[in-house]
């Protein structure tokens, strides 16, 4: 059992004054309905009966409720998306499943994990001789300053790679792609998630100074360039695992990528 305990909290009727009327006065009408309507559901416990009656449990902190946090953006509403005790997140709870099912398959494996999130801490405890982390920015990591676009690691330096809504952030996908595959062992495996609406066919490039530092929204066409790099790509709906039960979204989807 992870004991992590974040306690996302709603925001205050302060809070939410001022961001709604930032969204209105740039005439941004889409965040500025979708936000007042989550945050008012956030706060709002009588409005929850309407909302989602099933339990929601997260399987990463072992919380229940009969709802989790909703969040919203400019284009669209995402329910029951963070963990009310640990904020994690749809894709963090498919993750959980999807990386003990490999971990557990190849323990003495080495494996690199860019921008390692705290809440899957205890996953790695029984690995932790072959388990390394890196990041750009962040400093409480075994390899800090390493850019995805230009990695320091020799090639073939590891067998497994976990890379979390990393490749949306950097200028070039394609570099990076290269870069994961480059790092690869043979028949090493990259799991990959990444944003995007996967009913739409191609992927829309966005400014990052107006989208949370996100240089592009995929679309199904980044598996062609995945498998420009990688030997099989093996696309994963993490709602499989009972999504309904644990908040995972229904095209919440992770790339297997094998070199």
């Known amino acids: 059992m992870n004991l992590i305990n974040i306690k996302r909290k709603p ?18 009408w889409k965040s500025f309905f979708y936000y ?31 709802s989790f946090h909703h969040l919203s953006n400019h284009r669209s509403i995402s329910w029951n998306s963070a963990c009310t005790n640990c904020d994690s997140r749809s894709r963090h709870r498919g993750l959980f499943f999807l990386y003990r099912k490999y971990i557990s398959n190849k323990p003495h494996k080495k494996v690199l994990h860019f921008a390692p999130e705290i809440i899957f801490s205890s996953l790695f405890i029984e690995t932790k001789k072959y388990y390394f982390t890196t990041d750009l920015f962040m400093k409480n990591v075994n390899y800090p300053k390493e850019d995805i676009q230009n990695l320091s690691f020799k090639d073939a330096s590891f067998d497994m790679i976990l890379c979390n809504h990393v490749l949306e952030h950097v200028k070039s996908d394609t570099k990076a792609f290269s870069e994961i595959s480059r ?26 100074i107006y989208h949370n530092g996100h240089y592009r929204h995929y679309g199904l066409d980044v598996e062609n360039l995945m498998k420009k790099k990688f030997k099989k790509v093996n696309k994963i709906n993490m709602y499989k695992y009972n999504g309904k039960l644990y908040a995972i979204k229904k095209l919440e989807f992770a790339y297997i990528c094998e070199k």
């Open 36 to 66: 007042l309507i989550t945050e008012l559901l956030n706060n709002s416990s009588k409005f929850r009966i309407f909302n989602f009656l099933t339990i929601k449990i997260c399987p990463i902190c072992e919380y229940s409720s009969n």
């Open 183 to 208: 790092i690869l062992k043979k028949k090493g495996i990259a799991i990959i998630t990444i944003p995007g609406n996967w009913r739409n066919k191609t992927t829309i490039s966005q400014n990052p």
């Open 11 to 28: 925001h205050s009727i302060k809070k939410i004054i001022k961001k709604s009327f930032l969204f209105f006065i740039n005439d941004q």
